[in-house]
């Protein structure tokens, strides 16, 4: 079974300021590693997935993730948010059965 | 990419009746479906897995014969929530697998907000 943790529930930060979601997750076997955005009352975006190879992983909206497997992590980050990056941030891993199971989310208050 | 699309969006309903939400891929064939439950400022919980010509596959702890699931065909899949209480309003996503994507990923619907007075 992988389980995640999202080591923030709550980032504030400024219009133009960098960001860095933390992400730890556990799994017993090989993972597929992913990042999704949700806006309020809607569904889920995928802003990037970590299945092999390079471990920075470059996604939509300027997002990038590292995938670290010493540290079994997989931090989010931007270097300039906007005032739409404001959503809710879930972290998720699958063991390649396509069954997701999710971080509690981190909320991201862009302010300006 | 592949499109998820869920209805109603919103739904209000008496306690004791029943509510069908569909979850459709519009434009490609998903021969497995997944239905998540979430609760306000909460993460997703994975509720069952939905394949097409088959029965469903429940998590733990998730009641089946509350919460039908049925996947008649590749594009049409169906959550109704039977004798529905108000501990059962939740926000509903559903998302599905296109066999032709890139591996792991998931193509998500919009969401269905369920409140049961």
């Known amino acids: 079974a992988q389980s995640v943790t999202q080591l923030d529930s709550q980032v504030p930060v400024f219009e133009e300021a960098p960001v860095e979601l933390r992400c730890n997750y556990s799994s017993s076997v090989s993972v597929y590693l992913f990042w999704y955005v949700q806006y309020p009352n809607q569904g889920l975006q995928l802003l990037l997935k970590?299945?092999?190879?390079?471990?920075l992983v470059k996604g939509i909206n300027g997002f990038e993730a590292e995938f670290n497997k010493s540290q079994t992590s997989f931090h989010l980050r931007k270097p300039s948010v906007h005032i739409s990056d404001t959503a809710e941030y879930f972290c998720a891993v699958s063991g390649g059965d396509y069954k997701l199971s999710f971080g509690a989310g981190t909320t991201v208050t862009v302010r300006a | 990419g592949a499109v998820v699309s869920q209805h109603p969006s919103w739904v209000i309903c008496k306690s004791g009746t029943s509510v069908k939400i569909e979850c459709r891929s519009l434009d490609f064939q998903a021969t497995t479906m997944f239905w998540y439950r979430q609760f306000p400022k909460q993460s997703l919980m994975l509720m069952a897995t939905?394949?097409?010509?088959?029965?469903?596959?429940?998590e733990q702890g998730v009641e089946k014969d509350k919460f039908l699931i049925n996947h008649a065909s590749l594009t049409l899949s169906t959550l109704t929530v039977t004798s529905a209480h108000p501990e059962d309003s939740s926000f509903y996503i559903c998302?599905?697998?296109?066999?032709?994507?890139?591996?792991?990923?998931?193509?998500f619907g919009e969401g269905s907000r369920l409140t049961v007075l």
């Open positions: 998302s599905a697998r296109d066999p032709l994507a890139g591996t792991g990923e998931l193509f």
């Open positions: 939905s394949n097409e010509g088959s029965k469903a596959t429940y």
């Open positions: 970590y299945l092999s190879g390079s471990t």
